[in-house]
């Protein structure tokens, strides 16, 4: 099992060094969850919050009710809060996954979502984790990506999105989705970009030897 609550501790605190409050990004985590879409993001937020504390971030893994969650390929990952205990949220990561399908119709989680809409700044998803913020309503009318394999069937959940077929992942402002699987490292060095510039996001990329080279 990975406990990320033995990583960095929930946060919701001033910083007394800075005299600023803690912000806080939450990464979702739910039953059938693809792991890269949320360890990859995790990867690389939870390093920068690490190394760079002074920027005052810190990153949270979030379930529904608290409880370890089993990934798509059996990975057993625990959150450090709830929905209901987590701290306000200045980033949410929605991952994807075979799990994203019942998700879809889960009139509860949609309504969840759609309140976070209402107050989180930045609203992220990563490859399916799109196809349930189409099902809520959130991507009426924007560009939007997702996994390959999954195009038609964000174009079938809300007609009016903009396909960005080809995108590694699209920031449309407000709301940022990201393609399949290993984009949401991509996505996330971006959030890193967004929020803290590209010299810190270059630091963070170092720090985790990201710097793809396929073999094949």
Same mark, same amino acid.
């Given at each position: 099992m990975?406990d990320?609550?033995?990583?960095?501790?929930?946060d919701?605190f001033?910083d007394?060094t800075? =005299?600023q409050?803690?912000?806080?990004? @939450?990464i979702?985590?739910f039953? @059938?969850m693809?792991?890269?879409?949320?360890?990859?993001?995790w990867?690389v937020?939870?390093?920068w919050?690490?190394?760079?504390p002074?920027d005052?971030?810190?990153?949270?893994l979030i379930s529904?009710?608290?409880e370890?969650v089993?990934c798509?390929?059996?990975?057993?990952?625990?959150?450090m809060?709830?929905i209901?205990t987590a701290?306000?949220?200045e980033?949410?990561?929605?991952?994807g =996954?075979d @799990?994203?399908l019942p998700l879809?119709s889960d009139?509860?989680?949609?309504?969840?979502?759609?309140g976070?809409?209402a107050?989180?700044?930045?609203?992220?998803s990563?490859?399916? @984790?799109?196809?349930v913020?189409?099902?809520?309503g959130l991507l009426?009318g924007?560009?939007?990506t997702?996994w390959? =394999?999954?195009l038609?069937?964000?174009a079938?959940?809300?007609?009016?999105?903009?396909?960005?077929t080809?995108d590694?992942?699209?920031?449309d402002?407000?709301?940022?989705t990201?393609? =399949?699987?290993?984009?949401g490292?991509?996505?996330a060095?971006?959030?890193?970009v967004?929020?803290a510039?590209e010299?810190?996001a270059?630091?963070v990329?170092?720090?985790i030897?990201?710097?793809p080279?396929p073999?094949?």
């Open positions: 990975v990320a609550g033995a990583h960095r501790a929930h919701d001033m007394h800075t =005299g409050k803690t912000k806080n990004i @939450g979702l985590l039953d @059938g693809e792991e890269l879409d949320a360890v990859g993001p990867e937020l939870a390093a919050a690490d190394q760079f002074e005052g971030w810190a990153v949270q529904r009710d608290g370890p089993r798509a390929k059996g990975m057993v990952i625990s959150p809060c709830s209901d701290p306000d949220l980033v949410l990561v929605h991952p =996954g @799990g994203t879809m009139q509860a989680h949609l309504e969840w979502l759609r976070q809409r107050k989180v700044p930045l609203m992220t990563v490859c399916t @984790g799109s196809l913020y189409a099902a809520a009426e924007r560009p939007a997702t390959w =394999g999954a038609d069937t964000l079938e959940t809300d007609p009016t999105i903009e396909l960005r080809s590694r992942f699209v920031d402002g407000d709301v940022v990201a393609s =399949g699987v290993s984009a490292i991509d996505m060095l971006h959030l890193v967004r929020l510039g010299s810190r270059k630091d990329r170092r720090y030897q990201y710097d080279q073999p094949v």
